[in-house]
């Protein structure tokens, strides 16, 4: 099962990193959205899957699945949720203010680089 | 801290309050208020005579860094000493030639004397210090003085130009000699060049000798503008002429031989530093009289002659390092070479001193320094005439003057390098005599070009700006006191010969002594008819044909095409430097972020990949795998094909649907993996999240049709598999290499215990690990001002 993860988590970052280095902002911003899916897919993966139940003590179980990655995970989710909606408004205001959204325009010019 | 300490430091104290008297006393010429300072110190320096004469030698400590081994030692011994007394008693005639050379009322003087000054202290620093870093840091203090001294007149580039050129060569070779002495820290385990000859059997013996042996030359060439580093010297002559006089000719550039004669006991021993150091002055000797014929401009020509006369005493302090192999004082042939070179070091400074002063004077007078302009000055300037005469017939090697008698010892010092039976110079030690014959010549010819040019021939009014007159008297002090010490020392050399040669060369080659043993130096006037002789001699005959026929073979100088000078190379390095940078630059700082990216991922990815391969860590370990499932198994298909299609996706929508496709089958996944506190979160955020992008599919213009170039998409496509590849390799390794379990237990044991709630993931964010949740929230929050800032804060158009 782990195995198979990885591979999707790397499908994920594959597919980010090919939008990252793409001339739209929209598609950067995607990309950076997949990227942090593979990136908590592999943290759940990383913890051990399917080793006991839910990490809720009612349960009475013998093992419990850890609940320190998903500790993690719910921090990062957050955490990445404010980064995405920060560009997303960047993004718009970028264009609003530039009039494109294309990265190869959105250079500066010649006198200060 | 001694007394000796305070009058190193004395120049830099004086130096502070410099600016005061400038500002307080306009009336009065603030060189004054620096002259007595150099006086004193040469009269404080005379009472060292007699003891360093008798072979004692003073030290004082004084802690600086004592941890890391650096004091502030000062020593002073007959080379210290021989030094101290130049610097000082130069220093003060210069200063006083400065006072009547610049003008009060249109330079900048408070500059100037506080440069001087920095310049002065520094110098004496360098000959005083004991302690090598101390004497590394004073080094630098002196490169950095003259620049600034060279940059005097900074609003002509020429000065800026030539600053800027000494300070690259001078400093470049300071470095390389601070990594020397740190090499020589390494071996000998001390700074102090006293305690380094103690442990010499240690030194000698190490594989780190001949490195450092090359990059502590490398410092001393640089600094005494040996060839092919002499480059800089000729451009220094921009600065003002007491400076030229000063540094360029007594002091600074002698820095070099002062470190080359303080190393030697450490050195010399070395056959290597016998052929650099040898070889590399008598080329430096011969390359600078040769050049110095052509040129035009006074100070020109003597830059180059101190180029060549620096040469000669690194060539006499080279083949003198031969004495030490021979390893005995009586019958040792060889000592004459380090007598030579001390004489002579002091007899330069005399005349080449004095010459300075002449030109400057010329130039004060008649408005050019270019002898094609002068001529016939003799019955103007009678004064001045005489000074150049007793200068350059010094120079030249004439009796009666002093000149002549150091230039008959380096020939002796030449001569007997055919005799050894070392490092096989029966077969080329020839060269020696014959390059310091032909240098000599040469020598002799510019030098008459100084005077006849100047003062005899035809007087040409019309070309000159001012109309000449004698010098004031006080210009002339200086270059009297220096020519009248030419002619003293040509008459009474020994004079010198036991109160200060002596116990410089016991510096040099302290090895030679026995416990108590003194060196013997005097010197003759008349040695007999012998080699030297029928050398001087021709000297004078081949050198006065050649002057009278200068112009009809002056022309093998532009035999020499221009592109293949030193300058040149010099310049189009430093040119090609800053082109080549400059396309480096420009070849990765495209400023497209893209490429950015692309450079960060293939790094990362190249690095890590390899670390895998060339470390052997890819570890497939399947014994401890979950089971697949059908569910995992269809929600991965989904998650894929939902990947995909965002970058196949023409349409905005469509790419911001399968991002969501993509982050709720996550929230599934979560729930298949037993986390539902992360199933929720992971909901409601792609929910958020998909309605904010939706934003912006509103706001945003359509995408963009792919990039046409193939080879493009290509390069971001293997990238992207690159990085894929990765962090599946990564990830697969990672899970099968398990070292410890996990530290999970303690939180299940104590989540109810001792924190008192049964959702462990809860009680881990708010109890056990509440920090992280702080600061994410205030992510969140700064996130959310962020937003509201760019929204609200707008700059109105007319503000930008």
């Known amino acids: 099962m782990e195995i198979l993860m990885s591979i999707v988590a790397g499908i994920l970052v594959t597919a980010a990193v090919y939008l990252m280095l793409s001339r739209s902002i929209l598609r950067i911003i995607i990309g950076t959205g997949l990227l942090s899916h593979g990136a908590h897919l592999l943290l759940l993966t990383m913890g051990g899957l399917k080793r006991g139940t839910v990490p809720l003590l009612g349960e009475d179980a013998s093992s419990y699945t850890d609940p320190l990655p998903q500790a993690l995970i719910l921090t990062a989710i957050v955490i990445s949720f404010a980064i995405t909606s920060f560009f997303l408004v960047l993004a718009y205001r970028a264009y609003q203010e530039l009039g494109t959204d294309d990265m190869d325009k959105l250079r500066g010019n010649e006198n200060n680089d | ?96 030639y400065s006072i009547y050379y610049l003008s009060k009322t249109k330079e900048a003087l408070h500059s100037f004397y506080v440069y001087l000054l920095l310049f002065m202290g520094a110098m004496l620093g360098v000959v005083l210090s004991d302690n090598l870093i101390v004497l590394y840091s004073f080094w630098e203090l002196t490169s950095l003085s003259s620049f600034l001294l060279i940059g005097y007149w900074y609003e002509r580039e020429k000065s800026r130009y030539g600053a800027q050129k000494s300070m690259l060569i001078t400093v470049s070779g300071g470095l390389a000699m601070l990594a020397g ?79 080359l004669a303080r190393l030697s006991p450490i050195f010399a021993d070395h056959v290597v530093w016998f052929v ?34 620096l040469g000669l005493i690194t060539s006499l302090i080279g083949v003198g390092s031969a004495a030490l192999y021979y390893d005995f004082l009586d019958d040792n042939i060889y000592i004459v070479a380090i007598t030579a070179a001390v004489f002579h070091l002091i007899n330069h400074a005399t005349f080449k001193g004095s010459l300075f002063m002449v030109v400057g004077i010329i130039d004060h007078e008649t408005g050019t320094r270019d002898i094609r302009k002068l001529g016939g000055l003799m019955s103007l300037m009678p004064i001045t005439f005489t000074l150049a005469l007793i200068g350059c017939f010094s120079m030249a090697g004439l009796p009666p003057f002093n000149g002549f008698l150091s230039k008959e010892m380096f020939f002796t010092g030449m001569v007997n390098v055919t005799k050894m039976d070392i490092y096989n110079l029966e077969t080329w030690g020839l060269l020696f005599p014959v390059l310091a014959w ?74 030679l002594l026995g416990p108590g043993e003194q060196f013997y130096v005097h010197i003759y006037h008349w040695h007999g008819f012998n080699t030297e002789l029928f050398m001087t001699l021709g000297v004078i005959g081949v050198g006065i044909l050649l002057f009278l026929t200068l112009q009809k073979w002056s022309s093998i100088y532009n035999v020499f095409p221009k592109e293949l000078t030193l300058n040149n190379f010099y310049d189009k390095g430093i040119v090609g430097i800053d082109r080549s940078s400059n396309k480096l630059m420009k070849l990765f700082m495209t400023g497209f972020i893209r490429d950015y990216l692309v450079i960060i991922f293939a790094f990362f990815g190249a690095l890590m990949l390899s670390t895998l391969f060339i470390k052997d860590g890819f570890v497939a370990d399947f014994s401890d795998t979950a089971p697949i499932g059908v569910y995992e198994v269809i929600l991965s298909i989904v998650m894929v094909i939902g990947a995909a299609t965002t970058l196949f996706a ?47 599919f509103y706001y945003l213009p359509e995408l963009k049709k792919k990039s046409k170039r193939l080879k493009f998409r290509l390069t971001n496509l293997i990238i992207a598999v690159m990085a894929g590849t990765t962090v599946t390799l990564f990830g697969i390794s990672a899970n099968s290499t398990r070292l410890f379990d996990s530290i999970s237990e ?19 964010l708010a109890d056990f690990r509440g920090f992280d949740t702080m600061f994410e929230v205030v992510v969140l929050g700064i996130a959310a001002f962020g937003v509201y800032a760019m929204i609200r804060l707008r700059i109105r158009g007319n503000d930008r």
């Not at chain 2, 004054?32 to 006086?39: E, G, H, N, S, T």
């Not at chain 2, 590399?280 to 020109?300: H, M, N």
């Open chain 2, 1 to 96: 801290m001694s007394l000796l300490h305070l009058v190193i430091l004395s120049p830099f104290i004086l130096a502070i309050f410099i600016p005061l008297f400038y500002k307080s006393f306009r009336n009065i010429h603030t060189g004054w208020f620096v002259l007595p300072l150099p006086i004193i110190l040469f009269a404080y320096f005379t009472q060292f005579f007699t003891g360093v004469s008798s072979g004692n030698a003073y030290f004082y400590s004084f802690n600086w860094i004592p941890s890391l081994g650096i004091n502030f030692d000062v020593y002073v011994d007959g080379l210290g000493l021989l030094f101290a007394l130049l610097i000082t008693g130069i220093g003060s005639l210069v200063v006083l």
């Open chain 2, 746 to 764: 303690f939180f299940i044991e104590a989540s109810y215990k001792e924190a008192g709630g049964k959702n462990m993931v809860n009680v881990i």
């Open chain 2, 181 to 259: 002495v740190v090499l020589l820290y390494l071996m000998g385990g001390t700074f102090s060049v006293r305690e380094l000859i103690a442990n010499l059997d240690i030194i000698t013996a190490s594989e780190l000798f001949i490195p450092a042996l090359i990059l502590i030359l490398f410092g001393a060439f640089t600094k005494s503008a040996q060839f092919p580093f002499h480059i800089w010297l000729p451009d220094a002559m921009e600065a003002p002429t007491p400076v030229s006089a000063y540094l360029h000719s007594a002091t600074m550039v002698k820095a070099g031989i002062y470190l």
């Open chain 2, 276 to 309: 650099l150091v040898s070889s590399v002055g008598i080329v430096t000797l011969f390359w600078g009289s040769f050049s110095a014929v052509k040129q035009t401009d006074l100070k020109g020509i003597l830059a180059f002659s101190t180029i060549s006369q």
């Open chain 2, 650 to 696: 023409r349409s905005r929508l469509t790419a911001i649907i399968s991002l969501g496709v993509v982050g709720y089958t996550l929230s599934l996944f979560f729930v298949l993996f037993r986390a539902p506190d992360l199933a929720l979160t992971q909901l409601v955020v792609e929910t958020v999240s998909v309605a904010l992008f939706l934003l912006c």
């Open chain 2, 438 to 511: 032909i240098a000599s010549v040469f020598t002799f010819v510019y030098s008459m070009v100084i005077v006849f040019k100047t003062f005899t021939g035809k007087y040409q009014p019309e070309k000159l700006e001012k109309k000449p007159h004698e010098a004031p008297i006080g210009m002339l002090i200086s270059p009297i006191i220096l020519a009248s010490l030419v002619v003293i020392f040509g008459l009474f050399p020994n004079l010198l010969s036991h109160s200060i040669i002596e116990p410089a060369m016991a510096s040099i080659a302290p090895r």
